[in-house]
């Protein structure tokens, strides 16, 4: 059983479980993992592709976002359970693809004020990157119980609900502070 699910884990399920060997690195994988989302959103900001940049690049921002989060689930779900049995334990550290998953949640649907200057976007993505690292460490109910789930699933929606925490501080925040 552990040699099947160990097959299972190709070479583009580990690459994707580790978001593209980020989930090798030391200290804190998870941060790691947590780091291409925000870069990402932070490239598209810079090169007019941002919340404040108008209708059709809001578009463009929410999509890219959207696709990295659909792409990140499906390899925690599909690939999860061979993760585990390739790494030896449930919720592997390794495995970060649930962190490139989770902090695309708070980037969604960010309001124009988010990013409507560029020091206002670089403190939005700091505020994304430390809020997620934050509740996905301090798993707050109900996060706290969801990795008891099996498989990828169980890997996965703990940081989809820190994901959500997250959006919440983060959309008070900036409509606060801005």
Not at 64 to 86: K, N, P, S
């Amino acid at each position: 059983m552990k040699g099947e699910a160990t097959a299972g884990l190709s070479p583009l399920g580990g690459a994707v479980v580790t978001t593209f060997g980020l989930g090798h690195l030391r200290p804190a994988p998870g941060t790691w993992g947590s780091i291409p989302p925000v870069a990402l959103a932070a490239a598209m900001i810079l090169a007019g592709y941002g919340p404040a940049d108008g209708p059709a690049a809001q578009w463009v921002f929410n999509a890219v976002i959207a696709l990295v989060l659909v792409v990140f689930c499906i390899g925690c779900v599909v690939y999860g359970e061979a993760a585990e049995a390739r790494f030896g334990k449930k919720d592997p550290g390794s495995v970060c693809a649930d962190e490139t998953a989770g902090v695309c949640i708070p980037l969604l649907l960010l309001p124009a004020s988010a990013a409507d200057t560029l020091v206002h976007g670089a403190v939005t993505c700091c505020v994304v990157f430390f809020g997620f690292r934050v509740f996905d460490i301090l798993k707050l109910p109900p996060a706290n119980g969801l990795q008891r789930v099996r498989g990828g699933w169980g890997i996965l929606l703990d940081d989809l609900v820190a994901g959500v925490q997250t959006m919440i501080v983060v959309q008070v925040f900036v409509r606060l502070a801005w």
